[in-house]
């Protein structure tokens, strides 16, 4: 815990953008695996995908923050 606390605010965001591409590529390894069976669930490859997306888009704002805007 406490070298939670010593850490600075861009190290914890890039623990957590960490933390969300691996559940972002565990989440595209399930809708692969489902897409391949033949009983494939409709409706839960369509949550997963729908869950997918909103990860791309909390990775997609941490970037953000990490990386500068530079305006050339």
Do not use: C, W, Y
Request: proline share 1%; net charge negative; glycine share 2%.
């Amino acid at each position: 815990m406490n070298a939670f606390m010593e850490m600075s605010h861009e190290d914890v965001l890039r623990v957590r953008l960490e933390v969300l591409r691996r559940e972002h590529r565990d989440l595209d390894d399930a809708i692969h695996a489902l897409e391949q069976s033949a009983r494939g669930d409709q409706l839960t490859l369509r949550r997963l995908k729908k869950q997918k997306l909103a990860l791309k888009d909390q990775i997609a704002r941490i970037e953000d923050q990490i990386t500068p805007d530079i305006i050339a």
